[in-house]
């Protein structure tokens, strides 16, 4: 088995998801990796078990500096009964490694890292910057943490080792999570007329929220504007009328449609449906808010990638505006301004991010690796 498979492996081993608070294990795995190339690198803390990684190869060199990202955390496996293999045990298969972040994005994480210590075995004299965080899939923590300390803020370009690699992003935009409360007040049911029934309350939302967005201008890169209910919680006793029930969605801002109009749009529906007459009150709370990113189309970055890519794969890619946050939308929060390009290795036709039974070509794997690799030479050969 090659280095490049028995490292992602070992990641992929490690259950880093985000509601377990365990990239540590992740981050101390990458360290450890990139010491024995001789490359140091140290541990951003943001919560115990929570580790981001910064590393630099070539510190002291002058010039710009290439900045590379991937995050550590994945989402939760869900339903173990549904996959063929323990998510947390990779297992390889013809072409595909499966296994929970093979796709998103241990692949890509893994492959920044090896790209890096190719890099550095082979006298690569420029300056690169590898930031790996947590909590991507749930708030982008390590990334606003890593912005906030200025990590970004002497970077000329970014990659982000994810986002397709059946063409080029050049943006995508943005994710919004929030929550709408129900406060009602329990009562019997055989006496609901005692009570206020804060399901009813909640439903009264879900029935507007389909309508809610009808007539937001649709980007034209991304289509209808998307928003959806994804999780609802309410009652605890069949025979008690519930006066607590939540649910809380998602919608993706864009450049036409930003974060703060969806904010807008939200609460003033739930203050209408707190002054009709149903009794009852909602309450609006944001989650998280991860604004859209729209980058140059022709910038260097983007132009090199370009290049590595054709070198490697033999083909030129489109480029193209897309849906799907990334950590992206905290670090172009630095008050500096530098160029961001996206490219991971997963079929942008069939995206496994999220999914049951999640995998990655082993071939698009390495190819990525090779792409990363020759982006950063492109990159600094007509700095």
Not at 59 to 74: K, M, N, Q, R, Y
Not at 254 to 270: A, C, D, S, Y
């Amino acid at each position: 088995m090659s280095e490049e498979i028995e490292f992602l492996e070992s990641l992929i081993r490690v259950d880093s998801s985000t509601d377990n608070g365990n990239e540590t294990s992740i981050a101390k795995l990458i360290q450890t990796k990139l010491t024995e190339a001789g490359i140091e690198s140290k541990l951003i803390q943001y919560a115990p078990g929570r580790d981001s990684l910064v590393a630099d190869l070539n510190p002291d060199a002058p010039g710009p500096i290439l900045g590379f990202t991937g995050h550590e955390d994945v989402v939760n496996p869900g339903n173990l009964k549904e996959w063929k293999h323990q998510p947390f045990d990779p297992f390889v298969s013809g072409d595909r490694l499966y296994g929970r972040g093979a796709a998103d994005m241990k692949a890509g994480l893994a492959g920044l890292v090896l790209a890096l210590i190719r890099l550095k075995k082979s006298g690569f004299p420029y300056h690169i910057r590898l930031l790996a965080t947590v909590g991507e899939e749930y708030g982008a923590y390590g990334a606003k943490q890593l912005t906030e300390l200025g990590y970004v803020d002497d970077i000329s370009a970014l990659l982000v080792g994810e986002g397709g690699d059946h063409k080029l992003k050049t943006g995508h935009g943005g994710s919004y999570n929030y929550q709408i409360i129900s406060h009602g007040k329990s009562a019997h049911s055989s006496t609901p007329n005692r009570g206020v029934n804060a399901i009813q309350k909640l439903t009264n939302f879900i029935v507007e929220e389909q309508h809610l967005f009808d007539d937001v201008p649709q980007y034209p890169a991304l289509g209808p504007f998307v928003h959806n209910i994804t999780i609802i919680n309410g009652g605890k006793q069949i025979n008690t009328i519930p006066d607590f029930a939540e649910l809380r969605g998602n919608t993706r801002p864009t450049p036409e449609f930003p974060n703060q109009e969806i904010t807008k749009r939200l609460q003033g529906l739930v203050k209408k449906l707190n002054n009709d007459n149903y009794p009852g009150t909602l309450e609006f709370r944001l989650i998280h808010s991860f604004i859209p990113v729209k980058g140059n189309p022709d910038s260097k970055a983007i132009n090199d990638l370009s290049y590595a890519v054709k070198r490697v794969k033999g083909i030129e890619l489109d480029r193209e505006f897309t849906n799907g946050a990334t950590d992206a939308s905290e670090f172009v929060k630095s008050p500096h301004k530098y160029d961001i390009v996206w490219y991971g290795p997963t079929n942008d036709g069939d995206s496994q991010a999220h999914k049951v039974n999640e995998y990655v070509s082993i071939k698009h794997y390495q190819d990525a690796i090779n792409i990363y690799e020759e982006f950063a030479k492109r990159y600094f050969s007509k700095s």
